[in-house]
């Protein structure tokens, strides 16, 4: 029942890129040293032809596939990392090289120069690695088309269940796509994750729905269910995964070591510690301070185009919700006609959104440039005096209007952790297309995880996805 569909590269297939690779690294060594000559000058005497190498490139091939095998580099990759697979490349490459370099000397002691065998090893890192690189570029795209994806059902819609699902919906390029899930309780659907049932109907919907992976995420005190759910996947040959109850902590949060393969459970640090928020501001009042200036002049342009389209005011003022709750003055340029907020009740049979939120496709209340400053977020742009004021940050959740707010689940309420942002990662995964729920999931997930990398990821996504106008109205 189990199939593989992940988009990755075959270990045969990338063990044979790899052969390739390092006998070019070879290669590259050679050309180094004696056509080159880096570092130092190659006497008449000491030339040596690369088919010279010949032999030996072999025997380092041979080597390093046997070594790169029996370190797992071409078996299941799907839970390492870039960083962990360069490392195992590097690994193998030096003990590889190593075991060249002491049997060639040995045979032959004098003649091979040893400058080629230091840039062979170099030179061989460094191309396994840009090919890991491209391999997972071009994998992390075509999952991201919903191409080689493993089919998941998540059983379980509790705290456990919405952390692996906000979690897999943040980060496309791990391959997973969450068919639906299960739970004992009656439920809604969660945005686009559809509820299939009971966890007694798991075998029907794992032949109905072709699953590849079980994850099942219930709390501890289910002990005997998450058995009976293991005893049913192993019967059905379909993997399964389970989600540990670390006693209503964040998994995000947990920090778990290894002691002679028995598990040391602990809590790392927050994910945005005081000394991260103060590097986030310093980076926000910098950013958008350079921004302002840098706008000023089409600011000023779409000033007197909403000015001469309909009459009202350029920028308007709206009551918003920021960190912790506290309400805000939320500034934007009018893009809807004025007293548009007054009609919003006459509206509300129309709206197209999925929760605690107000979209509507084509609205009516939207003026002729307002239709264009809302296509390319336009009308955002003063709310970067929202950032300077420190109401706001760069990046982060959309900050909600008090109705929506009072709308929320008590999970939604995690998104008012940190300061509102003007971009966030809802914003670049589908923008008004999302339904609520998988927004808030995350933005969760980006409250958990946050770095200035996520934050600097999220910047250059910003761009490409309001220049597309995919999922803005």
């Not at 010949?54 to 070594?67: E, W």
């Not at 870039?82 to 370099?101: H, R």
């Not at 089919?151 to 379980?156: D, H, K």
């Amino acid at each position: 029942m189990a199939r593989t569909r992940a988009p990755f590269l075959p270990g045969v297939l990338l063990a044979l890129i790899d052969v390739v690779l390092i006998n070019l690294g070879f290669a590259i060594a050679w050309y180094l040293r004696y056509q080159l000559e880096l570092f130092r000058e190659v006497a008449a005497a000491d030339y040596l032809p690369i088919s010279s190498y010949f032999g030996i490139q072999a025997f380092l091939t041979v080597c390093l596939l046997i070594i790169y095998k029996l370190n797992g580099v071409y078996g299941r990759r799907r839970r390492q990392g870039w960083a962990d697979e360069v490392s195992g490349i590097t690994a193998g490459a030096l003990v590889g090289v190593a075991i060249m370099i002491v049997a060639v000397f040995y045979v032959r002691p004098f003649g091979y120069s040893r400058l080629v065998f230091i840039y062979a090893c170099v030179a061989i890192i460094v191309l396994l690695a840009m090919a890991r690189v491209v391999e997972r570029g071009w994998r992390g795209y075509l999952r991201r088309k919903g191409i080689g994806l493993q089919r998941v059902l998540v059983v379980g819609e509790g705290p456990l269940g919405r952390m692996i699902m906000q979690n897999i919906v943040a980060q496309p390029e791990l391959g997973y796509k969450i068919v639906g899930f299960v739970d004992d309780e009656p439920r809604q659907s969660l945005g686009r994750f559809e509820y299939l049932g009971t966890t007694a109907e798991i075998p029907q919907l794992v032949w109905q729905h072709q699953i590849d992976e079980v994850i099942i995420a219930l709390p501890s005190a289910s002990h005997q269910k998450v058995t009976e759910i293991v005893i049913a996947c192993s019967r059905l040959n379909v993997r399964f995964r389970i989600v540990p109850d670390f006693y209503d902590l964040s998994l995000n949060q947990v920090d778990v070591v290894e002691i002679n393969r028995i598990p040391l459970i602990g809590l790392r640090e927050v994910s945005l510690p005081g000394s991260g928020q103060v590097i986030k501001r310093i980076v926000d009042v910098l950013v958008a301070s350079i921004a302002l200036i840098v706008l000023a002049v089409p600011m000023l342009l779409i000033a007197i185009a909403i000015k001469l389209d309909s009459p009202g005011p350029i920028i308007v003022r709206q009551v918003r919700i920021g960190r912790w709750g506290k309400p805000f003055d939320f500034f934007k340029f009018r893009s809807m006609r004025d007293g548009a907020d007054q009609e919003l009740q006459a509206l509300i049979a129309q709206n197209e959104a999925n929760g605690p939120i107000f979209k509507i496709r084509n609205d009516p209340r939207r003026t002729r440039v307002g239709r264009w400053l809302r296509r390319f977020s336009l009308d955002e742009i003063p709310q970067l005096f929202n950032v300077l004021r420190g109401d706001m940050s760069l990046v982060g959740p959309r900050p909600p209007f008090p109705w929506e707010v009072d709308q929320y689940a008590e999970w939604h309420r995690r998104r008012l952790q940190v300061y509102p942002g003007i971009t966030g990662l809802g914003q670049v995964s589908g923008r008004s297309d999302l339904p609520f729920d998988e927004t808030a999931l995350l933005d969760i997930w980006y409250i958990e995880n946050w770095t200035l990398g996520l934050d600097l990821k999220i910047l250059l996504r910003t761009l490409p996805a309001v220049i597309s106008g995919h999922g803005a109205y």
